[in-house]
């Protein structure tokens, strides 16, 4: 049971290792993803995936009942986790190889980028629980897949495929379950060598985006534009763009 | 002329009946439709439907310009109309059978499921009797197809047709017109033996989710579970949930 | 380098005329934009395109390294621009007929209609040239496509073809370049006989939907459907319907 890092030049692969319970996360595993999340320092781009074929199975809610007063910690260091997943100034993939489920759905789609194996399926699957939709399901679906569907997803709670789920508009991706590794390493390579600095700035503003009106996600792009220019991956990629041109 | 009221069991149905007119709603249907959707005390799910094969003409603008200072009152009551059944604790299902337009089209869309038969449509016919939109179709459209298509929709007024409806993610399920009130009926079941608490808990996040960012969301949605989960419901699906996986 | 304005009746047509650079923005291009912009007053309907078979390839970067300090003031002339395109009361309809890039992009995306010729291509190339999104792109984009379709364009920074493009909802039609003018002019007419005032009260509603509540817009429809009713094609359309009707 445990959270595993590997980190390969500037990728670090996060890993939720409990197969045997699919991930699904005790406290002790989201308090280790949160470390790992605060410590990326030298990461350019964050994969995160579950071991044994499944992503993750949500919050493990076992003893659940028998302490009733715990839920408040343990939605707080899980919903850390999620926010955290989401505010990182590097581009995030999860690579999701079977199911993800409850806080385990969210935390992938919480990513900005999510590649799914063809069998792997997504439920919110609260409802069925006698649960309330949390760890963002609320924010992130309206969002991802309109009202319409998100509404659909978050009152019954039903598995949505990768097909479909890819349909929609929730993940970026489908692949072939053997081709799936492949497909995220290519695409964490192709991100790792663009411009931290652009990304960021992309990243933030888009982060950002649903508190803003249109004119001052202009002028908050504009101020952006003004300090990522100053990186020296602009200027090499601006002058490579009008060598080309020219 | 009436809206009329089937109570069967914890499923009530609402039925808007005025099927010579399309059911195009009166001041006084849309007062009898206010008063229906404020008293739902024994309601665990609601179904609103038209009578006849249509579902909604709008609002009658018969009468209209003999009396123009009546405008605003007579938007405010299908406003009214319209906010309620969005802000119901409970889940609702709008089933459509054939045109819903105008006014009509906006009350089916407000609820959390759209059911229609394959031959139904939905209109914004607003700008084509020189009209700006009402009844929250500046608001839900762009929500539920995206800035694009709600653009097209509202600023041409043209007819989608169900299963184009259904594409671009205005409404969840297109069903053979013979096949619509069974399969609304399956679902109102289904949902009726939901744990209500996890539904209205479910509702009331999806409901505010514009207006918050994603930290106050995932903040809310755990406060909103610390309640949800006293529920005896929540205690027999966790404890039957516990016991399938262990 | 130019930007062309010809009027034909109630319609106006603007055109980005640097063919040679697939009509590159350079600030003068952007100045005369803009100025077109602020004096449409007998414009119905505005439409927007390129010369010689690209739509715009954003602005012009070269000469952008030798004088860095120059970017706050070429970003804020585009994105007024952008803006204004954005805020005008009229029907807006970008014909693109071949590569529209960067602000380019965005500034077809920024009108309410988008028709695009089956071999254009929308792409926000940004990142590739080391820079953060801008001219509204991180805005626009999850209100077009969703949130995970928005993250992949602007961090990738692909092209998207138009059938693309149309699939994901950033566009309204795709057709034949040889149908392109026809079906732009078709559009244009259509919307050029549609009643001024609930044209123009439709585009206000439909750009503040996202600073409001579902209440907040309700009442705003209401008070804006007060005034649009006072208008004389109000009047002719709903007798024509009440008559059609009766």
């Not at 385990?104 to 999510?114: E, S, T, Y």
């Not at 649903?210 to 002058?239: G, K, M, R, Y």
Request: hydrophobic share 45%; net charge negative.
């Amino acid at each position: 049971m445990s959270v595993d890092i590997v980190r390969n030049g500037g990728i670090t692969e996060i890993t939720l290792n409990r197969p045997a319970k699919r991930n699904a996360m005790t406290d002790a595993m989201w308090s280790a993803l949160e470390e790992a999340l605060t410590d990326l320092r030298e990461t350019r781009v964050l994969v995160i995936t579950g071991a044994g074929g499944s992503f993750c199975g949500g919050s493990d809610v076992s003893g659940l009942l028998d302490d009733p007063g715990s839920l408040p910690d343990r939605i707080a260091v899980s919903n850390r986790c999620v926010l955290a997943m989401r505010e990182l100034p590097v581009p995030t993939i999860a690579k999701v190889g079977g199911p993800a489920a409850g806080a385990g759905a969210n935390l992938a789609l919480a990513c900005d980028f999510v590649l799914a194996a063809e069998d792997a399926y997504f439920a919110q699957l609260f409802v069925r629980r006698g649960l309330s939709v949390d760890s963002g399901a609320s924010w992130l679906l309206p969002r991802l897949v309109g009202e319409r569907r998100a509404r659909e997803l978050c009152l019954l709670g039903d598995r949505v495929g990768a097909p479909s789920a890819l349909d929609m508009g929730m993940i970026t991706r489908v692949v072939p379950a053997d081709g799936l590794d492949g497909a995220v390493t290519e695409l964490a390579e192709r991100l790792h060598d663009l411009s931290p600095a652009a990304l960021a700035g992309t990243k933030r503003m888009l982060n950002q985006t649903w508190q803003t009106t249109f004119a001052e996600a202009l002028n908050a792009e504009a101020a952006n534009q003004v300090e990522v220019i100053q990186s020296p991956e602009a200027h090499t990629a601006i002058n490579a763009f009008n060598v080309r041109r020219s």
